[in-house]
């Protein structure tokens, strides 16, 4: 026995001559979306520090002249900074001095130690090599605007030869 409806259904093979083209179109669609998208999540502007950081610079470099700290360049979202190393000083030392400029400015530790780990900042002479570095993040709370919050900083404190190199980024 047949069903009536048999005959009406029809099953014809569709056209996939064009089904290449469509999927190039659909990935051409999508490499795109996906560059616009990370052009839209870049940032637009290069890392920056606030005023105060740089006064603070200043300040430590007026009152210390034999242990001055340098600006180098801006790179990996840190603003860095060298000093050089002085024999009678040892890294937890050097470490201090720059946590103190950032204390004196009204941030606070955010944890209680430091952690140890590996960056590579910029090398005025010579190539850039991974080095050793000492990681802190601080806090502060930012008062007297229209919406209180929080700043944080994070520190890179890295041996670097016959310098250290610091580096500040600001979130």
Not at 15 to 37: F, P
Not at 46 to 53: E, H, N, R
Not at 76 to 102: H, N
């Amino acid at each position: 026995m047949r069903l009536p409806c048999s005959d009406d259904l029809r099953f014809e093979r569709r056209d996939w001559g064009n089904w290449r083209t469509a999927l190039r179109v659909g990935a051409a669609y999508c490499v795109s979306l996906v560059m616009i998208s990370l052009l839209a999540a870049a940032p637009c502007r290069a890392a920056s520090i606030p005023a105060w950081l740089d006064d603070a610079i200043t300040q430590w470099n007026k009152l210390n002249p034999t242990s001055q700290i340098q600006f180098v360049a801006i790179k990996d979202q840190y603003v860095w900074y060298t000093m050089s190393a002085q024999p009678e000083l040892g890294s937890k030392e050097i470490r201090e001095r720059v946590y103190g400029i950032v204390h004196k400015n009204g941030y606070a530790n955010m944890n209680d130690e430091e952690s140890v780990t590996t960056a590579t900042p910029p090398s005025p002479n010579g190539p850039v090599k991974a080095k050793k570095c000492w990681n802190r993040s601080f806090l502060r709370n930012i008062q007297g605007s229209s919406t209180p919050g929080e700043s944080m900083l994070t520190t890179l404190v890295c041996e670097d030869g016959a310098n250290w190199s610091v580096g500040f980024r600001i979130l």
